[in-house]
C-alpha cells in the first residue's frame, strides 16, 4: 500500500517561503498524479495544487497562484510544494495525496478529499509575524 509522508511545515513570516515535501514509501510514485491540499479552522478543505504523473502539467487555486510552485523528483519518490511570499491565510495544515487518475488534477482541485486514493498525516503551515 501506497503511504505518504509530509514534512516542512512550521512558522513562517509574512512575504517568507517554505518547502513542503511529499515522500512517498514505494517506487511507485510515477503512476499518480499528486495533489496538495489544505485544511484551515473554519474553512472547506482546499485543493491548492496539482502536478500530473509526469511533471509537465501543473494546476494552482486561485489563492496561491504566482505564489506556489509544485513540483517532483520521481527519482526520489518525493513532490514538492515551494511556498513563496506567504500570507496569514496560507496558514493550515497541508496534507498530499496521490489522485485517482481518471479523476485526474481537475476535479482534485475542486474536491480533493474525494479525489485522494492515499494521503499522508499532514504538516501544521502557520504564517505570522
Known amino acids: 500500500q501506497l503511504q505518504l509522508v509530509e514534512s516542512g511545515g512550521g512558522l513562517g513570516q509574512p512575504g517568507g517561503s517554505l518547502r513542503l515535501s511529499c515522500e512517498a514509501s514505494e517506487s511507485t510514485l510515477d503512476r499518480y498524479p499528486i495533489g496538495w491540499f489544505r485544511r484551515a479552522p473554519g474553512k472547506e478543505p482546499e485543493g491548492v495544487s496539482c502536478?500530473?504523473?509526469?511533471?509537465?502539467?501543473?494546476n494552482y487555486s486561485d489563492s496561491v497562484k504566482g505564489r506556489f510552485t509544485i513540483s517532483r523528483d520521481n527519482s526520489k519518490n518525493t513532490v514538492f510544494l515551494q511556498m513563496n511570499s506567504l500570507e496569514p491565510e496560507d496558514t493550515a495544515v497541508y496534507f498530499c495525496?496521490?489522485?485517482?487518475?481518471?479523476?485526474?488534477?481537475?476535479?482534485?482541485?475542486?474536491?480533493?478529499?474525494?479525489?485522494?486514493?492515499?494521503w499522508g498525516q499532514g504538516t501544521q503551515v502557520t504564517v505570522s509575524s
Open positions: 502536478i500530473d504523473n509526469i511533471g509537465d502539467i501543473t
Open positions: 495525496a496521490a489522485v485517482l487518475s481518471i479523476l485526474g488534477c481537475g476535479e482534485f482541485m475542486i474536491h480533493p478529499e474525494n479525489t485522494g486514493d492515499y
